[in-house]
Nanobody
Framework: VQLAESGGGLVQAGGSLRLSCSASTQTFSSRAMGWFRRAPGKGREFVAG???????DYAASVKGRFDISRDNRKDMIYLQMNNLKPEDTAVYYC???????????????WGPGTQVTVSS
């Protein structure tokens, strides 16, 4: 699976960004997809996931602010990030799962990442 993220950048606290991820795989529509992030000095953490049928899961820290979606016709997923906070600053990675529904430890393919920086 080849994944490529886009849409990162610099934004002020309270602002919004939309990340996109394109996937090159014939099995896109049958896989759960997700977003992870790695903040400076920290490990990679789960942000959001979406199953093949649209079921979603969010980390508690982003629930109510972030929205994950997918377009199975275009093999794309998106992460709409609203009310961004400085603690959201991280490299964000698109991920593909070996499962159809969201299982946080079942993601096994990763994109190169895109930087999101939120200034206070």
């Amino acid at each position: 699976v080849q994944l490529a993220e886009s849409g990162g950048g610099l934004v002020q606290a309270g602002g919004s960004l939309r990340l996109s991820c394109s996937a090159s795989t014939q099995t896109f529509s049958s896989r759960a997809m997700g977003w992870f992030r790695r903040a400076p000095g920290k490990g990679r953490e789960f942000v959001a996931g979406i199953g093949w049928a649209g079921d979603t899961d969010y980390a508690a820290s982003v629930k109510g602010r972030f929205d994950i979606s997918r377009d199975n016709r275009k093999d794309m997923i998106y992460l709409q990030m609203n009310n961004l906070k400085p603690e959201d600053t991280a490299v964000y990675y698109c991920a593909a799962s070996r499962e159809a529904h969201v299982v946080r430890n079942a993601f096994n393919s990763w994109g190169p990442g895109t930087q999101v920086t939120v200034s206070s």
